[in-house]
Structure formats: C-alpha cells, structure tokens
C-alpha cells in the first residue's frame, strides 16, 4: 500500500495547518480553561469545510475521505485536542449516522 500523500492531501496538510497556527493555537488554552469553542471559530472550520471532509461533495462534505479526514484531524490536535475532539464527535457521532 503506498502511504505517500497525494498533492491534493498535501495542500490539505498545509492548509489546515496554517489554520492551526494562526487561529487555532492563540486561543487553545482560553478555549480548554472555559470548556467552550467560541461559536466564530465553528463557524470558520465549517466555511473550511472541515466539519464535513470526509464525506462525498454530493452530500455537503468536502470529499477528502478518511486519509483527509485523519490528515486534518492530526493538524488540529496538534493545536487543540479539545477541539480534535469536538470534531470526531459531530463527524463521528452526529454526521455519520446521517450519512449512513
């Protein structure tokens, strides 16, 4: 099996990454000291497309599939397991059995 990231899964990583440093990391402990994900920044990573990667663009998602999805998920607990795990919840739990 090659693991080798394709140039779109690249640009993914890089983006997300990006994402991560600048508007992630700054409020990463406000974020875990009140328990709460400001609603604005919900809102950027659902404008991103982050909320919905996995799944096909003909359902809403952004079509990146697992490997996207895991990619992304890397990314984001790099900056904030917290809010890495708010996103496998609404994936996870809530969108996916919708998708189902």
């Known amino acids: 099996m090659d693991w080798t990231f394709t140039d779109e899964q ?23 000291e ?10 950027k990573m659902a404008e991103l497309g982050f ?24 990314e984001i607990g790099r900056g904030c397991a917290s809010t890495a795990t708010f996103i496998g919840a609404h994936q996870s739990i809530g969108a996916s059995g919708i998708y189902m």
């Open 34 to 43: 009140e328990e709460k994900i400001p609603r604005d920044l919900i809102a």
């Open 51 to 74: 909320l919905g990667i996995a799944f096909p663009v003909e359902y809403g998602g952004a079509g990146m599939g697992e490997m996207g999805y895991c990619i992304m998920q890397e």
């Open 10 to 32: 690249k640009m993914l990583r890089e983006m997300v990454r990006k994402f991560v440093d600048n508007e992630l990391k700054p409020i990463a402990e406000k974020i875990d």
